[in-house]
T-cell receptor, first 115, second 117 residues
Framework: DVKVTQSSRYLVKRTGEKVFLECVQD?????MFWYRQDPGLGLRLIYF???????EKGDIPEGYSVSREKKERFSLILESASTNQTSMYLC??????????????FGPGTRLTVL | AQKITQTQPGMFVQEKEAVTLDCTYD???????LFWYKQPSSGEMIFLIY??????QNATEGRYSLNFQKARKSANLVISASQLGDSAMYFC??????????????FGKGTTLSVSS
């Protein structure tokens, strides 16, 4: 079974702190994604990566950065956390095969609260 | 711009009945894929079903089927014989330019399905 794990299920941080959210997948997927989910807004893409050290901005990259030094690991970084970044963060991964469905497999999510 | 619209914030259905969750999409690409995911209260996102834009038949996976109407740009999910465990949030999503390897999903805002006994 594909497994996508996230470092924490729940996290509480203070405004201004630097926050690291880690995601690891064990299926040798090329693509990895970070989304945030807010009530009434669905899932919105923050960043994705299609290869090691490669990244693309999604719809809402402001206030976030990412790092992918190894194929299996994709980190989301909040340089200076703010209260409006309180949200559920979901990591996902998929194969990068051309012309295939390449469904995304999701981790369990991290519910981040910024006080 | 690509867009997914789910117009039903909430749906209610009795056990063993069928239910249709609506999804319309907008894209200018000819090659795209449509996905449905289920999110129970536990939070994990579960992939349910996929329809490619060039697939001639509607996709089916067990009790799930996708009513794909390309001209109307709709991709409704049909759940037959609803079960209590089907109570969850359901998201429609699209990935266009599927001939390229590194493209992301665009999600709708979701529909909450409640199944009662």
């Amino acid at each position: 079974d594909v497994k996508v794990t996230q470092s924490s299920r729940y996290l509480v941080k203070r405004t201004g702190e630097k926050v690291f959210l880690e995601c690891v997948q064990d299926m040798d997927h090329e693509n990895m994604f970070w989304y945030r989910q807010d009530p009434g807004l669905g899932l919105r893409l923050i960043y994705f990566s299609y290869d090691v050290k490669m990244k693309e901005k999604g719809d809402i990259p402001e206030g976030y950065s990412v790092s992918r030094e190894k194929k299996e690991r994709f980190s989301l970084i909040l340089e200076s956390a703010s209260t409006n970044q309180t949200s559920m963060y979901l990591c996902a991964s998929s194969f990068g095969r051309q012309g295939r469905k390449n469904e995304q497999f999701f981790g369990p999510g991290t519910r981040l609260t910024v006080l | 711009a690509q867009k997914i619209t789910q117009t039903q914030p909430g749906m209610f259905v009795q056990e063993k009945e069928a239910v249709t969750l609506d999804c319309t999409y907008d894209t200018s690409d000819q090659s795209y894929g449509l996905f449905w995911y289920k999110q129970p209260s536990s939070g994990e996102m579960i992939f349910l079903i996929y329809q490619g834009s060039y697939d001639e038949q509607n996709a089916t996976e067990g009790r799930y089927s996708l009513n794909f109407q390309k001209a109307r740009k709709s991709a409704n999910l049909v759940i037959s014989a609803s079960q209590l465990g089907d109570s969850a949030m359901y998201f429609c999503a699209m990935r266009d330019a599927i001939l390229q390897a590194g493209t992301a999903l665009i999600f709708g805002k979701g529909t909450t399905l409640s199944v009662s006994s």
